[in-house]
């Protein structure tokens, strides 16, 4: 059961029976036949998306029952050996592996914190108001579910909410995304965040979605920017741009606004996009000052925490060269000629690996490579563009190994760049600047991945090249299978949405992004 439910963080979860399913579809037909006998499934008799006839334990429609033999703060406890991680109730810092457990209703707290806590001369009034997860069955679950999937990350806990939301700063909050139906019983539920935010805040919240799902605004009466990229990428240097003058913009207009940022985590699009507007609006000194903060800020433990992904870290000091000048949006394209793997990575059954490239200029893919066949006793790999592949703006390059095995691919590596921030037509990045590689035992920590670039097409005579980098190429491999045999279904590539290149907000309005963008520029260099 533990490991069920550890898999299945990200996923759908039937909040009776804590089985994970790949779509919301297969969870609600689960749903209707083991949990609601009494609502058949046929035709057009399918509950909506959103899942509003199966009530949460936020409805006011849904009345549990409360245990008769403990009330909210009558716990009885006994010392127990921990086979998972479990936070504590109290403090919320996760318990090793000896705490205390409920016997009548599963809480768990640590040794220290019942003693301190819940000493025997505090007065009823008082305890009532201790965090203390509720006792119906149903809604135990969504506790510890929703606990169990934030993990690591701070929770707003008081005596009348119980969410994934941090405070970064006094007007800067971040939290995971804001969910309906089913998916409440491990997500933000919608209707308790726009409780809060209102009953905290007024009218005076704006919330930026970064994610690429939508959701009810009417609930957050009407106050929610939509600006959503795909998931585990760093978002358009320009987007990014438009984003922080969206911001900087609401907080400014009146001292008592406050920004609510979310992507479906909470943790990298959402850390990029506060730790740029932090350095921007000068409350950190540096981009690393910044991450650093974020992550201090969003979880208990920072080393385990912030933005981890090397690109979405990479994008943050891009914002700031850019502020100083140093990176420009407006450049001429650059033609990509070569890319060179020093090292081997390991991923074939004999080691070695078969990989092959594809390339995305704005999230658009325009190159596949074929697939190359290389062996251990290899030092490099050097794969050549015939003529060059012209590049402009942001560009995302990943990189497969294709498994024989199982006629599927392993992601070798990921990265994305800003050719505006190329400088003398070449580009380095080492295992700890590539996405997925940074953490990848098959990746050897000596590997590095180098571009080599022009700014024509004709390599030759456009750019001088060294000895060294001259042998290299002389040496480039070829492919020893064509594109077509790795042109998988687009489906694949799931993070890839077509909608997100018109993911700029209506609200903020689509045709102002490149004036924002210009204003942002320039109040960053006076």
Known sequence: ??????????????????????????????????????????????????????????????APQESKDHNSCDHVFKSDLLAVLEKCGFCGQEIDSFGKICEGCNFHCHDKCEKMTLPDEVDVGKRSRLPSPPKSLVTNI???????VSKNRVRHVDEHFDLDMTYITDRIIAMSFPASGLETTYRNNLREVAKMLQTNHGDKFMVFNLSERRYDISKLNHQ????????????????????????????????????VVHCKGGKGRTGVVIAAYMHFSK??????AALDWFAMKRFYDDSLGGVTQPSQRRYVHYFSDYLDGKVKLNTDPIFLHHIIV?????????????????????????????????????ERICITIEGGLILHGDV??????????????????RCQFHTGAVRDYGLELDKTELDDACKDRRFPDGCKVEFVFSATGNFVSDIKINERLRSIIRHSLHPVENPDTVLYPLALDNW??????????????????KEETDDISQKGLT
């Open 142 to 148: 969504c506790y510890h579910m929703r606990h169990r």
């Open 283 to 288: 409350i950190c000194s540096s981009p690393q």
């Open 396 to 413: 995302l390059i990943k990189c497969y190994h294709k498994n024989t095995l199982s006629s599927g691919r392993d992601i070798i590596f």
């Open 342 to 378: 020093h090292g081997i990575p390991s991923f074939d059954t004999k080691d070695g690996c078969k990989p092959f490239l594809r390339v995305y200029d704005g999230l658009k893919l325009i190159y596949t490579s074929g697939v190359y066949h290389v062996t251990p006793d290899m």
């Open 224 to 259: 929610v920017l939509d600006f959503g990229w795909p998931d585990h990428l760093a978002p358009p240097l320009e987007r990014l741009c438009s984003i922080i003058k969206s911001i900087d913009s609401w907080l400014k207009s009146d001292p008592l606004h406050v920004v």
């Open 1 to 62: 059961m533990n490991k069920a439910v550890n898999t299945a963080l990200e996923g759908f979860i039937c909040p009776a029976c804590l089985v994970d399913f790949p779509s919301a579809s297969k969870l609600q037909d689960h749903w209707l036949k083991f949990h609601s006998p009494k609502v058949t499934a046929s035709g057009t008799d399918r509950v909506s998306d959103d899942y509003e006839s199966i009530p949460d334990d936020s409805s006011p429609d849904f």
């Open 496 to 513: 890839y949405d077509s909608t997100t290149d018109g993911a700029v907000s209506s609200a903020a309005g689509a045709s102002n992004a």
